[in-house]
């Protein structure tokens, strides 16, 4: 008997050093409050979300530089195959004097032969020379677009929230994660806690059945009975050690914790019976849902662009001015170094490009419409499910304390018959496993309810609110 004993001495040891091996390692006591900031001070979702959220500034920036002048130098450096000159013929001038010459004397044909043959010459002047160089600052200031850089600057403004809707819709998806996965952890610790608490009297009527077949007072049939039991409740403890081990993991790759930590969640599951009627939350969708939000800022920016395409109808003005910083071979009285000026340019006739335009924005703006609206609708649906786990996740919870209640009343009195001989071990063995499915059941009515709950909140845009319902509510006791 002594013998059983050690084994059985030998067998706990091993089997509460690898149930318990997160002890052996560095344990970390979190809050809730606490998991949530390690979560954002490292976050690689968040962290994309705030880089997009900074591009969205650099391309509103980007946008804005059309109110501001445009200023470019250029040069080149040119070589013309002729050159560049002006041809004049001399009959210009020897036309009027033989004219002139043959009014005072008409039969006169010496002179006027001379100069026939020389207004048949020509003279050339040249203006530039065959290689020529400049360089030359030019600056345009647009004065009238059409409003093309007012409706560019409000889309900008609009991407600017649109990130910032995204960002936080990143940031409610990661707190839904975070809650779930750090509730599912401290939903393991303690059906392990409840898992070894069975074993242990498992094992410890199983020890005592040894003793009464020894004695002749039970048979054979009887102690299987026990070390089936037994058997059950170790293997249902090792499955939820195994379980308890991947929710750790989870969970520190969530935060960022080193492998060798252990976590424990000190924060409890919770319950809270104060949650408003349905209509409430689901009259949040419309104003806070993120992807609502995301399509109403979309629909705007289509607004804009619809005006953006209507305004090509309109002419451009600008302003602009030329001055020329070097040149060689240019004569200032050809080419002014300095030149400033008014233009404007007026597509009249694109090819039906603005048309297009225009029809493109406008069904691009219907079927935003068309998508909020069975948004709305699947959100609707979405509230549905969460609140409904919630309110049967609280009758559950309800239910189930009562039956807590029971069952624990129920081990009581058969221990004490036990003891006196007025029940068998049977009955205690039942009694004891029927307690802890329903505090395993319990614990698990906590937990839908809390991973209900800030579903239901992220759907409605308000996952913040869950530290309130959390503080107000009633946490796991007694199970």
């Not at 009959?91 to 032969?113: C, M, Y």
Request: with cysteine.
């Amino acid at each position: 008997m002594f013998k059983r004993i050690v084994v059985f001495g030998m067998a706990l040891v091993a089997l509460l050093n690898s149930s318990n091996s997160f002890a052996q390692k560095s344990e970390v006591r979190l809050s809730l409050q606490q998991a949530m900031q390690l979560m954002h001070n490292d976050n690689n979702s968040l962290k994309i979300a705030s880089e997009q959220l900074k591009w969205a500034k650099t391309e509103r920036q980007r946008l804005n530089a059309f109110w501001y002048p445009q200023i470019s130098a250029a040069g080149a450096y040119m070589h013309t195959s002729n050159k560049i000159e002006v041809k004049e013929s001399l009959s210009q001038f020897t036309d009027p004097a033989v004219e002139h010459i043959h009014a005072l004397d008409p039969g006169e044909k010496i002179i006027t032969s001379v100069l026939d043959r020389i207004g048949k010459a020509s003279f050339s002047v040249p203006l530039i020379p065959r290689n020529t160089t400049s360089i030359d600052a030019v600056a345009t200031l647009p004065i009238f677009t059409g409003g093309k850089r007012i409706y560019a600057s409000k889309i900008g403004k609009l991407m600017i929230d649109m990130a910032q809707t995204n960002k936080e819709r990143v940031g409610a998806d990661q707190q839904v994660l975070l809650v779930e996965t750090y509730y599912s952890l401290r939903l393991g610790q303690e059906i392990v806690a409840v898992r070894q608490e069975t074993y242990y009297a498992m094992e410890r009527h199983y020890q005592d059945a040894l003793k009464l077949e020894a004695n002749g007072l039970i048979n054979k049939a009887e102690r299987l009975y026990f070390q089936v039991n037994r058997d059950e409740a170790k293997r249902e403890l090792q499955a939820a050690v195994k379980d308890l081990s991947v929710a750790q993991s989870a969970f520190k790759t969530l935060v960022k914790m080193e492998p060798s930590e252990s976590v424990r969640p000190i924060s409890t599951l919770f319950i809270n019976e104060s949650l408003p009627a349905i209509d409430y939350f689901k009259n949040l969708i419309n104003n806070h849902n993120y992807l609502v939000n995301g399509i109403r800022i979309q629909h705007a920016i289509q607004n804009k662009e619809l005006q953006i395409a209507r305004s090509g109808y309109l002419p451009n003005i600008e302003v602009f001015g030329k001055q020329t910083l070097y040149s060689d071979g240019v004569p200032k009285n050809l080419l002014p170094r300095t030149m400033v000026g008014v233009g404007f340019a007026w597509n009249l006739f694109d090819g039906l490009d603005r048309e297009k335009k225009i029809s493109q924005a406008k069904i691009n703006r219907y079927i935003l419409d068309i998508q909020k609206d069975k948004l709305v609708e699947d959100l609707g649906l979405a509230v549905d499910k969460f609140y409904n786990q919630t309110q049967v996740a609280l009758d559950n919870v309800t239910a189930l304390h009562t039956t807590i209640e029971m069952s624990q009343e129920l081990v009581r009195t058969r221990q004490r018959a036990f003891s006196e001989g007025m029940a068998t071990s049977l009955e205690v063995i039942d009694a004891e496993l029927i307690l802890s499915k329903v505090r395993i059941a319990a614990l698990l009515a906590y937990f839908e309810f809390d991973s209900g709950l800030i579903n239901l909140l992220a759907v409605c845009g308000i996952p913040e609110a869950f530290q309130d319902y959390r503080l107000s509510g009633k946490g796991e006791t007694n199970l």
